[in-house]
């Protein structure tokens, strides 16, 4: 295997499940420069900011390099030895069932692969899940439901080839953005095609939809169900097709029609229109992800999408279908090798004795668990109860994704023993570790992984291992091989994995299932390391393209099901205390828990501190001011967060980002808030349907600071991001400190060879302080008793500069205009930038403003701010 070379490689993006292909070329100094593949066809070069900005976030700071035993750095034989007998001694005491895995789908296929081999095979436990749980679990449950397997029917193309696309619960533009330019551009090419949101808030991707549905939380299988009826009402249900190929379509109906369309909050007339639409265009895709699988009751949600699909025979033929788009890069990967606790490789199943027959064959294993192991929700009770006395958790950071992550963070701190394979050590989970398992990360590593139209791309390495970091499925097959499994476990590459793997799918195939890439299956070394993207099946018989348009489904039978189902009440906001339903979800340029695009500037300048979105009427009556501090409380934990007012959120509903982490914020963690509620088939969290509380947090003092070394905070709220010399710092306190100067040298870690100057503001509680040495600006601080109105982009930039008066006023002087905040990360173009040049040069369209300042001419993630911008400056004009 190459371990450290120099050429350009052609790689995939370690992001989103758009997947996109990147070429990225080690520019000699531990860097990449990166570039957007124009042969892949996930992308054809295209990448959006996060994968624009990959070469930011390789570099070594907070990696983590060597094996850590019990807080000491310690050898590999040392660390994964110990791993080998904490868990053969948990065995051997109480049985496999007392360890567990916890994975991601952020491993490459072949790491995903050997650890479920490892746990189901040879441990003979089915308690390994991953955050897939979290992330994907109920449109596997439903495609197993109407299918009779977990596949994704249709392809990318479908997308562009659609007269309307509905997109359910789902925030494309800013999770799926390559995908979300390829739709934009085909409707530009194509005006007629229609675009529909469904999503409580008007996101960043209504600005491309001809209509949004703001349904009300939980809405959806009202509002599909109520679809179904008018489907059957008008006629317009392909009888040949239901008739020669799907089940349960009168019972489907029955329950469709024993509800009303109250539950969705959406006016009749909006309901009608939407649904003649889709009634009246036959190339219909419908595209959902988080909205859809994060619920109680995401798995029947699925099904009332997949119904209405099945009802018209839209499914699996050219720009028609349902398509669930995956979120990690390695998501799809991760269900083919069977990483859910309930699965087993290739889409087998744990519960069928034929399936489990098959595989314990080809395995050659000792053991095979017959039963369902522990969902990610139980698995973290069982280990809260002791049940679970060893765990091993992989590429995921549960002590901030999980739901009551308070909970789940205190059951880690209390279990037995906690080993957790990272690149970093520096994350909440990370933290709790008795061993810490240095990984190698995206650029340095090799394998593959499959993206959301079943695309299977290689990952290549173009960066050597740092320090003694190891491959994920080599520390795996180490701990095996110490276990007392050498032999099963003695693979010398990731193509050697991949082979099994691909060998494996052709048994299962056999079985009936649709995961087939046998034709991989003696795919050489030389191959693997030049294999072009593929997307399954691939085998004798198949090539790709899509499933279903044959009617040909792979239940027992054959046929497809449509599935009864009906509204269920939300979670109750009754309760006085919390009568807010929280919403969760993602903003445009983070990546989760933060541990990779935190490192980059220019990512964590679009949204530098954790916020909640409230609707302008719950703000004033509840007293919440704009860039005020929110409490927010549910019975689980409590989160300070700063106040957008907005009326893209729904009254009663509130928005928290699910990034923020100790790391990065005093009390931001959303997930502290989310309840431990699962849909009862998938066992998936909902995590958008939580009920918190508000209130104004008495904030006696804002502040605002930026410093060139890491600034240890000390405030009730904080919260650190990244500037492009040092660090930017957000604070807010219920209590002044005394002396400015003296907290600020805290907070820096100056001493009194760093030079202050302060201007204070007595009367109005405020202070301005820079701290400079050797003729540089190393810090700043602003406060105020307001929130503190400082240009942040301004000062970010000024680290290092020579001390300017400018520096204590915290604006940049009348010959610097103030940028405002970054909108394009790219070319770090600012708000108020674009604002002016929209004015004074008269520019009337986004691709106008990109040739007069390049802002959205690179990955055009920003290019719907940039249309909001022009459409809020042309409503101003006609009132003016
Ligand atoms: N920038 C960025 N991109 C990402 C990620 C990231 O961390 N950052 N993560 C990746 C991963 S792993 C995933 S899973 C995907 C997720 O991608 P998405 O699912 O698109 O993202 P979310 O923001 O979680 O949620 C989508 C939308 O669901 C809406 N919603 C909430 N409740 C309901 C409801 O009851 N009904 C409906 N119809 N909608 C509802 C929310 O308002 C939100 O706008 O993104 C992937 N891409
Ligand atoms: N409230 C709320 N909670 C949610 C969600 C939500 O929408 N709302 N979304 C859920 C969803 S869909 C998801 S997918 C999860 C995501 O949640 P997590 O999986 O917990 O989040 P990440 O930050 O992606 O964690 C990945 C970890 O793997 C590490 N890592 C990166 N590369 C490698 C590698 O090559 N090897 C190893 N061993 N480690 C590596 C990173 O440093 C990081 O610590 O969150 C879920 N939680
Ligand atoms: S859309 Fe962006 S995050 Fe997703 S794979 Fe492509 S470049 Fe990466
Ligand atoms: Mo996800």
């Known amino acids: 295997m190459m371990e450290s070379p120099r050429a350009t490689v052609c790689t995939t993006c370690p992001y989103c499940g758009v997947g996109c292909g990147v070429r990225a070329t080690p520019d000699g100094a531990g860097g990449l420069a990166i570039e957007g593949d124009k042969t892949h066809p996930a992308n054809f070069g295209r990448l959006c900011s996060k994968g624009s900005a990959l070469g930011e976030t390789v570099g070594l700071e907070d990696r983590l390099l060597a094996p850590r035993l019990y807080g000491k750095e310690a050898s590999w034989q040392d660390a994964a030895g110990e791993v080998a007998q904490r868990f053969s001694q948990t065995i051997a005491r109480h049985g496999p069932d007392s360890v567990a895995f916890y994975v991601s789908g952020q491993l490459l296929t072949e790491d995903y692969y050997v650890a479920n081999k490892l746990m189901k095979g040879f441990i003979g436990s089915a308690n390994i899940d991953t955050n897939s749980r979290l992330c994907m679990a109920s449109s596997v449950a439903g495609h197993k439901r109407a299918f009779g397997t977990d596949t994704v029917p249709g392809t990318y193309e479908d997308l562009e080839e659609a007269d309307l696309v509905v997109l359910v619960g789902s925030n494309l533009a800013w999770c799926h953005p390559v995908l979300y330019q390829r739709l934009v551009a085909a409707k530009a090419a194509r005006p007629g095609m229609q675009v529909v949101v469904i999503d409580p808030r008007r996101t960043a991707t209504c600005d491309a939809a001809d209509m949004h549905l703001p349904v009300a939380s939980g809405g959806d299988v009202a509002l599909f169900n109520g679809l179904l009826r008018r489907i059957r009402d008008m006629g317009a249900t392909d ?70 699909h099945l009802a018209t025979g839209r499914i699996g033929r050219p720009g028609m279908g349902p398509f669930s788009v995956t979120g990690q890069p390695n998501a799809m990967g991760g269900r083919e090798v069977g990483g859910l606790a309930n699965m087993l490789a290739c889409h087998l199943d744990i519960e069928n004795a034929a399936h489990r027959i098959a595989v314990r064959e080809f395995w050659q294993s000792p053991t095979m668990p017959e039963a369902a192991g522990l969902k990610a929700v139980d698995m973290f009770d069982a280990i809260e109860r002791g049940q679970i006395k060893a765990l091993w958790v992989m590429a995921t950071n549960p002590a901030v994704s999980m739901p009551e992550a308070d909970r789940v963070r205190a059951a880690i701190a209390g279990c037995e023993f906690v080993v957790v394979s990272d690149i970093t050590a520096a994350t909440d989970t990370a933290r709790l570790a008795h061993v810490l398992l240095p990984a190698t990360g995206w650029g340095e590593k090799e394998g593959t992984v499959t993206n959301s139209e079943r695309r299977i791309s290689r990952q290549r390495a173009a960066l050597p291992a740092p320090g003694a970091a190891r491959h994920d499925w080599q520390i795996i097959c180490d701990v095996a091989a110490a276990m007392g499994w050498a032999k099963a476990f003695d693979y010398s590459s990731p193509a050697e994995i991949f082979r099994e793997h691909a060998t494996l799918s052709g048994i299962a195939a056999g079985l009936g299932k649709d995961f087939d890439i046998s034709g991989l299956a003696a795919i050489s070394d030389a191959d693997y390391a030049a294999l072009a993207p593929v997307q399954w099946p691939v085998s004798a018989t198949r090539n790709g393209g899509r499933f279903f348009g044959d009617g040909k489904f792979f239940t027992p039978d054959g046929r497809g099901r449509m599935l009864p189902v009906r509204s269920a009440a939300p979670a109750s906001t009754t309760d006085r205390r919390y009568p807010f339903r929280l919403n969760t979800g993602r903003v445009r340029d983070h990546w989760h828990t933060m541990t990779r695009t935190a490192k980059s500037p220019r990512l964590s300048q679009h949204m530098a501190e954790p916020y909640i979105e409230v609707h302008p009427d719950d703000a004033s009556r509840l007293g919440l001011r704009p860039a005020g501090i929110a409490d927010v409380e549910s019975p689980s934990g409590r989160v300070l967060c700063r106040v957008i007012v907005t009326d893209r959120q729904r009254p009663g509903e509130v928005f928290v980002p699910m990034h923020w982490t100790a790391e990065t914020a005093a009390l931001g963690r959303a997930d502290a808030l989310v309840a431990s509620v699962v849909d009862p088939v998938s066992g998936q969290p909902d995590s958008k349907g939580a009920v918190v509380g508000l209130s104004a947090y008495p904030a006696a003092w804002f502040g605002f600071a930026v410093s060139t070394s890491k600034p240890r905070p000390d405030a009730p709220y904080w919260a650190l991001a990244r500037a492009r010399e040092g660090w930017r710092l957000e604070l807010a306190g219920a209590e002044a400190p005394e002396d400015w100067e003296a907290y600020g040298r805290m907070v820096f870690g100056l001493g009194s060879e760093v030079e202050a100057l302060v201007v204070t503001d007595s009367a109005r509680g405020g202070a301005r302080l820079a701290f400079v040495a050797e003729g540089q600006l190393v810090a700043a601080l602003f406060v105020a008793a307001e929130p503190v109105a400082v240009s942040r982009s301004f000062m970010a930039g000024e680290l290092g500069a020579a001390p300017l008066p400018a520096h204590l006023s915290g604006q940049p002087g009348q010959d610097r205009p103030d940028p405002g905040a970054t909108v394009c990360a790219c070319f770090d173009v600012g ?25 959205g001419t690179n990955c055009g993630s920003c290019r719907p701010e940039l249309a909001a911008l022009l459409a809020g400056a042309t409503r101003r004009e006609a009132a003016e």
């Open 239 to 308: 009888g040949a097709f239901v008739r020669a190929h799907v089940d349960g379509f009168d019972a489907a109906i029955a329950a469709a029609s024993s509800e009303t369309s109250e539950a969705t909050g959406l006016p009749d007339d909006l309901l009608r229109r939407f649904y003649d639409l889709w009634l009246c265009t036959e190339k219909v895709v419908t595209v959902y992800s988080q909205g859809v699988n994060q619920s109680a009751q995401g798995t029947d949600k699925v099904n009332a999408i997949l119904n209405c």
């Open 831 to 855: 708000v108020n930038t674009i604002l002016a040049a929209i004015e004074t040069r008269q520019l009337a369209s986004v691709e106008a403003i990109g040739a007069a300042l390049q802002a």
